[in-house]
């Protein structure tokens, strides 16, 4: 009988997950031991420790987060009527200078074409309270002062909006993985705090993937060769992804994901295309994906460091069941509780 979806049976190699709901056994003590040596701290001068809970390097791929915009414009819109009517009770105090910062708030926060209109805005109120003294003026010296202020202003605009756009290009290269465009460690670990601890509903998935055979690819072709690869990983797991997810290089060959779906079934099937993804972009090149996966109730408090360290086991557990395999589990409340979950305790796909 054909075996629909690749689920591992009994005395099978990894192939794939199911799922069924039938297919979430417990570990079996072999499992279990395995996975519980993986569990514990790497030796240092290895691949990264996640069992330390933490992400050692810094989306945006992701930006920070920062106060929302309708806070800007009504700071713009006080801030401007309160030195518009100042102005005019007052036009002898000259409020041209006090309009600078809103120019700066405008072109920092809401962009160029919104800076320039305050600008704009700004040298217009600043006029119109001296118009008596204006008209006074000769009319090449009144053509200077304005030209003067919308000049000051404009140089105001382009030297924020300059200096946004190199604090963006600069951010994003903070965040991300220089070879592959991935989100790096940080950023990742930014994001997916930010989504476990917000989002309700559905399930999300915890990923961690290594390759095998990477690096005796780097040895036989050279470190070129090993570079196209995980660019082409990032890229095929890039088309697969939908809005929220994220994808990582967490150093060497070692990727993370953190995917959304709205039940356990459907989780499965979201890390059984994602590894699917990488099977064939790695077709042909002697290299395979292992992956282990935990699924997460939205909303269920779990932390991300403990299910990095339990993807990660999973992972290993799958490596040792013959390499290329995918291995889905989930946290139960009692891994929450415990620095270092229970492997036995972890349900995974047998």
């Given amino acids: 009988m054909p075996n629909p979806g690749g689920v591992r049976r009994s005395g099978e190699r990894d192939r794939g997950l199911s799922p069924a709901p039938a297919a979430q056994d417990n570990l079996k003590e072999s499992h279990g031991n395995l996975v519980a040596r993986r569990l514990a701290p790497r030796p240092m001068g290895g691949k990264a420790m996640l069992s330390r809970g933490r992400l050692p390097d810094r989306r945006p791929i992701i930006p920070p987060r920062e106060y929302p915009l309708a806070a800007s414009w009504a700071v713009l819109t006080a801030a401007g009527l309160a030195l518009a009517t100042i102005d005019r009770m007052v036009p002898g105090i000259g409020m041209g200078p006090a309009y600078i910062p809103l120019i700066v708030l405008a072109g920092w926060r809401l962009g160029p074409a919104v800076a320039c209109g305050v600008a704009l805005a700004a040298a217009l109120l600043n006029v119109l309270p001296a118009l008596p003294e204006e008209a006074a ?16 202003y404009a140089f ?4 924020t909006c300059t200096l946004r756009r190199a604090y963006d290009r600069e951010r994003e290269a903070a965040r991300q993985d220089a070879l592959t465009g991935a989100l790096n460690r940080i950023a990742f670990e930014d994001h997916a705090q930010a989504v476990l601890s917000t989002r309700r509903g559905g399930r999300h998935v915890v990923v961690m993937a290594d390759l095998d055979g990477f690096k ?3 040895d036989r072709e050279g470190h070129a060769a090993g570079d196209e690869v995980l660019r082409r990983v990032v890229a095929a797991a890039g088309a697969t992804l939908s809005h929220g997810e994220r994808i990582a290089r967490l150093g060497g060959d070692e990727f993370a994901f953190l995917l959304q779906a709205e039940t356990d079934a459907l989780a499965a099937v979201r ?3 994602l590894h699917q993804s ?3 972009a790695l ?8 992956m282990g996966a935990i699924v997460l109730a939205a909303g269920s408090g779990e932390s991300l460091a403990a299910a990095l360290r339990a993807s990660d086991a999973l992972m290993y557990a799958a490596k040792a069941g013959g390499k290329g395999g995918l291995r889905l589990g989930s946290l139960p409340p009692t ?4 620095p270092e979950p229970d492997a036995a305790a ?5």
């Fill in 156 to 159: 105001v605009v382009f030297a």
């Fill in 278 to 280: 990488l099977v064939h």
């Fill in 335 to 338: 891994v929450r509780a415990s």
């Fill in 216 to 218: 005796a690819l780097n």
């Fill in 137 to 152: 003026l000769p009319p090449a010296v009144a053509v200077a002062r304005a030209f003067l202020r919308l000049g000051t």
């Fill in 283 to 290: 077709a042909g090149r002697g290299v395979g994906a292992s």
């Fill in 271 to 273: 890390a059984e295309a």
């Fill in 346 to 350: 972890i349900p995974m796909v047998a």
